[in-house]
C-alpha cells in the first residue's frame, strides 16, 4: 500500500524534480487548474472525475485509475528513481 502524501510533500516533490505542475498534469492528461487547486486546498481532495484521478496520481490519496493511456504517478517515479 503507498503511502497517503501531503499537498506539502507533492509539491516538495515537483520542486525536488524541478518539473511544473503544469507540464506534469499535461503529461498525464490533467487540467492544471485542476492540480493547482488540489495542491492549494481549494477543492476537496478528490471525489470523482477529474480531480480524483489527480489526487490519485499525486498520492494524495488511495484509489484507482482506471485508463488505457500511461500514467505518471508522482510519487512511485521517485521511488522506482532510488
Known amino acids: 500500500m503507498a503511502k497517503i502524501r501531503t499537498k ?5 516533490e515537483f520542486e525536488r524534480r524541478g518539473l511544473s505542475i503544469r507540464a506534469w498534469a499535461r503529461m498525464n492528461g490533467l487540467d492544471s ?7 492549494s486546498g481549494r477543492k476537496v ?3 470523482r472525475g477529474e480531480s480524483h484521478k489527480a489526487a490519485v496520481l499525486l498520492g494524495l490519496k488511495e484509489g484507482v ?8 504517478p508522482l510519487f512511485l517515479q521517485a521511488e522506482e528513481a532510488c
Open 65 to 72: 485509475v482506471s485508463q488505457g493511456e500511461p500514467l505518471t
Open 8 to 12: 506539502e510533500e507533492a509539491r516538495a
Open 45 to 47: 481532495v478528490g471525489l
Open 33 to 39: 487548474a485542476t492540480v493547482y487547486n488540489l495542491l
